[in-house]
């Protein structure tokens, strides 16, 4: 491996120190240019090979002059997630690459966040499986910068950049690194128009027979929504009642198939051969992000107190972040 680097404990030259100041630009990691330490899925088992270039981290510029080959351990069933890392050590001093075993979980593992000791840069995750020779899968977790601001390829990096007033553009929406009104620091995504929508389902009727859930609207998130932010649910939905009749049940706002998030009880008070239009509504504080592509589900469970089921007319949802 052959990695030059700058910026431990020593003298600097007045070119080093002129490339660095604007690189760095007061950031914590990055590389230079689009194609700098780029990594590829290697031949041999379960292997990473990393690109030549240019990075750095607090202080610390790495130019890597060779392709750097990583061979991942395997595992013995299912898949894991390991980080493909740049390790700075300030004691001896010296950057290398090098990875850190993971979990089923596609998330950053706990790795060094000692600048000055030691520090481990993310670069990628690396997607390993039971079975097979070769690495599945790689996940970009590279940052650029430039005059205002640093961009990335995926919104798994927003786990390690988490300096308060860090702003990084990924896929056309910026990030925000701020405080929230209880003080503690969250991601905001801007412009303010954020992602949501308004959802219209069933029209011109359907049954929700007694005993089931009844699912009337499902949808998912197209993007990640960050720890922090508030999640807006409205939905409401047409009811009509047969003559004759008692019914109740439950609207629910529901994550995946059985996670149930908010829970509303609707009766028909005796009143039948008419329509009913109950309502439910959630505001949720996410406390832990929600991965792109998450299913949501608005349904009715019909409990009649007589046999039967009521019909389904409308149903609508409207849904946003903040």
């Known amino acids: 491996m052959t990695i030059q680097s700058v ?13 660095i100041i604007p690189m760095m630009g007061g950031r914590s990691y990055g590389v230079k240019g689009a194609k700098d330490w780029a990594a590829t899925i290697g031949t041999s088992d379960r292997s990473i090979v990393i690109g030549t270039g240019t990075g750095f981290g607090y202080g610390v510029r790495d130019v890597n002059t060779e392709p750097v080959t990583i061979a991942l351990p395997s595992v013995a069933a299912g898949a894991r997630w390991d980080l493909i890392c740049a390790k700075r050590k300030w004691g001896t001093p010296a950057t290398t690459f090098t990875s850190i075993q993971g979990t089923s979980e596609q998330k950053i593992p706990t790795r060094k966040t000692m600048p000055g000791e030691e520090d481990d840069q993310p670069l990628y995750l690396a997607k390993v499986e039971a079975g097979k020779s070769q690495v599945s899968e790689l996940v970009d977790l590279r940052v650029w910068g430039g005059d205002g601001g640093s961009t990335a390829r995926h919104a798994l990096a ?78 409401d939905t047409e009811l009509y009642i047969p003559g004759g009749k008692d019914y109740a049940g439950y609207l629910q706002l529901l994550r995946g198939d059985e996670t149930v998030l908010a829970r509303r009880r609707w009766h028909n008070q005796g009143r039948s051969s008419r329509s009913m239009f109950p309502s439910v509504e959630l505001n949720l504080p996410v406390t832990q992000e929600i991965p792109a592509n998450t299913q949501f589900r608005f349904s009715t469970t ?21």
């Open 302 to 322: 019909s409990d009649p107190l007589s046999s039967g089921g009521v019909e389904v007319w409308n149903a609508y949802v409207s849904w946003g972040v903040s």
């Open 7 to 19: 910026g431990y404990e020593g003298d600097i030259d007045e070119t080093a120190w002129a490339e």
């Open 158 to 235: 927003l786990q390690y950049l988490t300096q308060l007033g860090t702003s990084v553009l990924i896929d056309g929406v910026v990030w925000r690194r701020t405080l929230n009104s209880d003080g503690n620091a969250v991601w905001l995504r801007t412009p303010v128009q954020r992602q949501g929508g308004w959802i219209e389902g069933v029209t011109g009727g359907g049954i929700a027979y007694a005993g089931a859930v009844t699912h009337l609207i499902a949808w998912t998130v197209p993007e990640m929504i960050p720890a922090g932010a508030m999640l807006h649910i409205a939905a």
